[in-house]
């Protein structure tokens, strides 16, 4: 069996504001809380070259809206497709190991075929939807990625992560946002990693459950090239429960994230301007995966 199609789901709905790590409750009272609301599909096609390389590409589809408490009328949207990514994968050690260990090397490019300056009309008036739901970001870039599993008795310890390099600085799109600093998008870095541990559920055949912890985010510089024009660099720390069934070729997982920590951090035009942003954080994912080798 050489090929694996894919499909992820994710849900989250961001309305919890935070300056640093400290809570604007003070939004949630007066009503004005930012809500987003994003619905997102990654597709994904995997040929395995040999035991240890693959070859993988992947495209998300987005749906996304945004509100103000105040004005839930009053919504902004954004559907379509994201950046496109091509990415190869290797094994360190043949699979399958009889030392039940292993790790996995990636490396991929980032194409930016979503569109960065997605624009929706609100009263009347056609202007440019926030980056927080924009399909793209306009920029080529590149991530490095690996995966690590050990199994210790009855249980599996694992651990992944991706960082996307976006060398690019700014896009070209106009924000709308007030402060001349923030009048371009940001091209922004971005990252995630996971870690913890898998065990078989009891009394259940080709059953799993999984314990970790998650975190998510963009820096507030990128690794290379400038940080300049409007980002909300912050980090999102989750403890990760979820559940794994295999059956056959076909394998399904559901995890929910719950966040344990959340901060907002300045940006370099935050620096420069001398003040702090702020940004909408969820208080849980949902994440539902399928996968089907053939």
């Known amino acids: 069996m ?37 619905n997102l599909m990654d597709l994904a096609l995997t040929y395995r070259i040999s035991n240890r390389w693959s070859v993988t590409v992947g495209v998300p589809v987005m749906i996304a809206e945004r509100f103000n408490q ?24 043949k699979p399958p190991t009889e030392t039940r260990q292993n790790i996995r090397l990636g490396f ?4 930016p075929t979503g569109n960065p300056g997605v624009t929706d009309t609100l009263n009347g008036v056609s202007r440019v939807v926030d980056q927080s739901i924009q ?23 694992f651990g992944s992560g991706v960082y996307l390099f976006n060398p690019r600085e700014t896009n070209g799109v106009q924000t709308g946002r007030g402060r ?31 314990m970790g912890i998650r975190g998510e985010g963009v820096p507030v510089r990128d690794a290379f090239g400038g940080s300049l ?36 951090k300045r940006s370099v035009t935050d620096y420069m301007d001398n003040r702090s942003g702020d940004a909408a954080f969820a ?7 399928y996968s089907r080798r053939f």
């Open 229 to 264: 024009g409007f980002r909300r660099p912050g980090v999102s720390i989750a403890l990760d429960p979820g559940v794994i069934y295999s059956h056959g070729k076909d394998q399904w997982s559901f995890n929910l994230p719950v966040a344990v920590h959340r901060d907002r």
């Open 2 to 38: 050489r090929w694996e199609i894919a499909v992820g789901y994710r849900y989250q709905h961001s309305h919890r504001h935070f300056v640093g790590t400290t809570e604007q409750t003070i939004r949630a009272d007066e009503r004005t809380e930012v809500n987003n609301k994003i």
């Open 135 to 157: 399909l793209g970001d306009g920029g080529y870039g590149f991530t490095l990625d690996a995966q690590a599993y050990k199994g210790v008795g009855f249980a599996t310890f």
């Open 70 to 93: 105040r004005t839930p009328d009053q919504i902004t949207h954004s559907r379509g497709f994201g950046d496109t990514s091509i990415s190869a994968r290797m094994w360190v050690f």
């Open 108 to 111: 991929g490019v980032k194409l």
């Open 180 to 210: 001349a600093s923030e009048a371009i998008m940001s091209v922004a870095d971005q990252y995630l990693y996971r870690a913890g541990v898998i065990i078989p559920a009891p009394r259940i055949r080709s059953m799993a459950m999984s």
């Open 283 to 289: 208080d849980y994912i949902f994440v539902v995966g």
